[in-house]
């Protein structure tokens, strides 16, 4: 393991610039290392007041490797007992009470003041998706159709229906989604009853507690945004014709948003004209897919240009955003895990990070402040089918134990440090 990168470039003073914007990453992150331009000072040890120090006679004054600047790991190992340097990476015996090394990585310590890096909310479940909360209650469906919740504080959970599709949440009702019908019926159980039955097929719904949205695709291979009333009736076309997919549709106020290819569109909830309200710039070695969020006046995305397909190979990444009118992207920060899904509640983006998309173990929940900086792993070694769910303070997300027998557990992890 190398040495902290943040003490390298506090040292070396290399990784100082204007903010980055998008545009083709680097293929050894941004600073630091010896693929971020940091200068080779030792080799076969590391530098410490222009000595060069030898791994094998390493101390924890004077710790690294790959010849960068020595690491005092009494600063750069946080909370721990017994902070030691072993072939050139800081090391410890044991976390001090109430602290928990999350990320993954010992040679920082135990980073997060929390007894435990996740909590399990509800164990030994088969295949759990589609996690959601009303704010008392998670939800979640198991592979058999089952769809289960539990009080957000823990205790038993409660089987309240069975569904061959998704569902969603709205006051007292549930609805369930299937192909090309909805059906409704109260969230503490009772008899589904059908209120909307469409052709085509369903690609995405939404609502917004008054009437329901959706994307559809016609046989003529055409995309559609179609509305109808929550409890049924006359289905509306809003936007017609489009030659390609339709993603993210979001309603916010009067206006729905949706994404298509690189341009982000809006149209009102009523229909009418559709407006162009931004544009993000394109990066041919990179895809602007699943971690979007669409806001009234901003975005947010993830962007991987690269990614180990077998085993925990880290990636090349970063989490942006950009205000609607604008043309330049802020670069908010780097990440190490291919961001698969975000979620941005409050003062932070909370990302569902995969380093491996078939592998249970490699991927991690993170967190980024919303104006860009520090990022913090506030789970690692999770799997890659998350659904993270943030509720006041806490985030619950579903874990896959096992990718075999999908076996797994309701997850939860305090969103503070």
């Known amino acids: 393991m190398k040495p902290l990168v943040g003490v390298m470039c506090a040292a070396l003073a290399v990784c100082e610039g204007p903010p980055l914007v998008v545009g083709d990453l680097p293929d050894a992150g941004h600073g630091g290392g010896t693929g971020g331009g ?110 289960r919740k539990v009080a957000r504080t823990g205790g038993p959970h409660t089987d309240i229906a069975v569904t061959t599709g998704a569902f969603q949440l709205d006051g007292n009702n549930l609805y369930l989604i299937t192909d090309t019908t909805i059906s409704v019926m109260p969230k503490t159980g009772g008899t589904p009853m059908p209120v909307l039955t469409t052709s085509p097929a369903f690609e995405s719904i939404i609502t917004d507690g008054v009437s329901w949205f959706w994307v559809t695709r016609t046989p003529d291979n055409q995309m559609q945004i179609k509305a109808a009333p929550i409890s049924g009736g ?62 009234r006046d901003r975005v947010y995305w993830g962007r991987t240009t690269k990614l180990g397909q077998h085993g925990p190979v880290p ?32 003062a932070f983006i909370f990302v569902e990070g995969v380093r491996d998309f078939t592998t249970s173990g490699f991927s991690a929940v993170l967190r980024v402040p919303i104006s860009g900086g520090r990022v913090d792993i506030l789970a690692s070694g999770q799997s890659p089918r998350m659904w993270l769910t943030p509720v006041a303070d806490t985030l619950y997300w579903a874990e896959w134990r096992f990718i075999g027998p999908h076996i797994g557990d309701i997850r939860k992890t305090s969103k503070n440090p």
């Open 38 to 147: 940091a200068a080779v000072l030792c080799a076969g040890g590391c530098s410490s007041g222009g000595t060069c120090i030898s791994t094998s006679t390493n101390t924890t004054a004077a710790c690294g490797f790959d010849g960068g600047l020595c690491v005092d790991c009494s600063s750069s190992v946080l909370h721990a007992s017994l902070v030691s340097c072993s072939t050139g990476t800081c090391d410890y015996f044991a976390c001090e009470t109430g602290w928990s090394n999350c990320d993954d990585d010992r040679s920082n310590g135990c980073e997060r003041n929390v007894s435990a890096c996740f909590d399990v909310l509800v164990p030994d479940q088969l295949g759990p998706t589609h996690v959601q909360s009303d704010g008392v209650d998670i939800y979640w469906r198991v592979e058999d159709g089952t769809i």
């Open 234 to 295: 006359a289905e509306s076309l809003l936007v017609g014709g489009v030659q390609k997919q339709i993603r993210h549709l979001t309603a916010i106020d009067g206006d729905l948003l949706f994404v298509v290819e690189l341009d982000i569109l809006k149209v009102p909830k009523a229909g009418g004209v559709v407006s162009r309200v931004a544009s993000v710039p394109p990066n041919p070695a990179s895809y602007f897919d699943n971690a979007v969020v669409l806001m």
């Open 315 to 346: 990636a090349v990444a970063a989490v942006f955003t950009m205000q609607y009118g604008e043309s330049t992207p802020t670069r908010l920060a780097d990440l190490t895990y291919a961001p698969a899904r975000i979620v941005v509640d409050g």
